[in-house]
């Protein structure tokens, strides 16, 4: 089965948002792919939707121990500086340590490289085109 990292933005995304990031947020939901996260990925999205979403902290919670349940949680040793925004180097470490087969993220530095150690990094809609294509 496909093991995915998601970046903070591809969360809130799906999250708040209609359109490919929730679609592929329900492939993880549905079992058809293996989503791996770590502390430090789910910390920031929670950072994120308490500082520029306003959530309250009941609902930050709620998302935190959906996503640890739903997640296949890794705690990466080896520390990477690759890319300029440390967040990303921080979901790169992710993937290595989960043995990811790809990286989803919309974040224009991250999808620069394109690959990181053979691991692919791409927009949402292509995971949705990959799952449809094996189907």
């Not at 502390?39 to 959530?55: P, Q, S, V, Y």
């Not at 890319?83 to 224009?108: F, Q, T, Y």
Request: with cysteine.
């Amino acid at each position: 089965m496909l093991r995915v990292v998601f970046d903070s933005n591809v969360y809130i995304s799906a999250i708040l948002f209609d359109g490919p990031t929730r679609q592929i947020l329900e492939l993880a939901l549905e079992r058809q792919v293996v989503l791996i996260a770590s502390d430090e990925i789910i910390n920031e999205t929670a950072g994120k939707l308490r500082d520029k979403f306003f959530w309250p902290e009941h609902r930050i919670a709620q998302f935190e121990r959906a996503t640890c349940r739903l997640a296949e949680l890794q705690n990466p040793k080896e520390r990477i500086s690759v890319v300029p925004d440390e967040a990303d180097n921080r979901v790169l470490e992710c993937a290595i340590e989960g043995k990811a087969n790809l990286i989803i993220s919309g974040d224009k530095h991250l999808l620069k490289p394109k690959s990181y150690r053979n691991i692919p990094i791409r927009k949402p809609r292509y995971l949705t085109y990959l799952i449809k294509k094996e189907e």
